[in-house]
T-cell receptor
Framework: KAGVTQTPRYLIKTRGQQVTLSCSPISGHRSVSWYQQTPGQGLQFLFEYFSETQRNKGNFPGRFSGRQFSNSRSEMNVSTLELGDSALYLC????????????FGQGTRLTVV | DQQVKQNSPSLSVQEGRISILNCDYTNSMFDYFLWYKKYPAEGPTFLISISSIKDKNEDGRFTVFLNKSAKHLSLHIVPSQPGDSAVYFCAASGGNTPLVFGKGTRLSVIA
């Protein structure tokens, strides 16, 4: 069974631009969470979607947004990019039967210049 | 306010010896704990978990111990192998809340 797929793998953007990242969860998984990983900061929770509804939200500014489609695929958007947004963005999905165990994609490496 | 803390950023262990990675948490509502392993340029992969109703869970070379009174858990890897070299993240969850991760510990297993 295919794992979590994130696209693109790498991205370079300029300050002030906006970016959209995509995540396809494991088939049958309805929960999708997004995390930001920066050096020395671990994984910081951005938001979680379940059945197209945002269920939890982390402590990030409103420039960070997301959505989930009826097929459980999810996108996150960052507007007005700042240099500090450079990070690895990870998406994780989990199944209704085991909601706590998250399966991660390989991530999207975003570099803002 | 860091709810999950991994106070050792790095750890070096000789091949064949035991690796012990530690994690502390502050939120009493956490009732499920997980360890993830991460290689460079890959997403974290689930390693082992433990529920708060247990104090030990074992899976092959990996054992997780939970001390609820001390709000402390540890991951033991015995024997350590060079392929275990990676960053290990401790994570915790309570109820319907998302996973909260520590900052990770980089384990280097030296041959």
């Amino acid at each position: 069974k295919a794992g979590v797929t994130q696209t693109p793998r790498y991205l370079i953007k300029t300050r002030g631009q906006q970016v959209t990242l995509s995540c396809s969860p494991i088939s049958g998984h309805r929960s999708v969470s997004w995390y930001q990983q920066t050096p020395g900061q671990g994984l910081q929770f951005l938001f979680e979607y379940f059945s197209e509804t945002q269920r939890n939200k982390g402590n990030f500014p409103g420039r960070f947004s997301g959505r989930q489609f009826s097929n459980s695929r999810s996108e996150m958007n960052v507007s007005t990019l700042e240099l500090g947004d450079s990070a690895l963005y990870l998406c994780a999905s989990s199944s209704p039967g085991n909601p706590t165990e998250a399966f991660f994609g390989q991530g999207t490496r975003l570099t803002v210049v | 306010d860091q709810q999950v803390k991994q106070n050792s950023p790095s750890l070096s262990v000789q091949e064949g010896r035991i690796s012990i990675l530690n994690c502390d948490y502050t939120n009493s509502m956490f009732d499920y704990f997980l360890w993830y392993k991460k290689y460079p340029a890959e997403g974290p992969t689930f390693l082992i978990s433990i529920s708060s109703i247990k104090d030990k869970n074992e899976d092959g070379r990996f054992t997780v111990f939970l001390n609820k009174s001390a709000k402390h858990l540890s991951l033991h890897i015995v024997p350590s192998q060079p392929g275990d070299s990676a960053v290990y993240f401790c994570a915790a969850s309570g109820g319907n809340t998302p996973l909260v991760f520590g900052k990770g510990t980089r384990l280097s297993v030296i041959a």
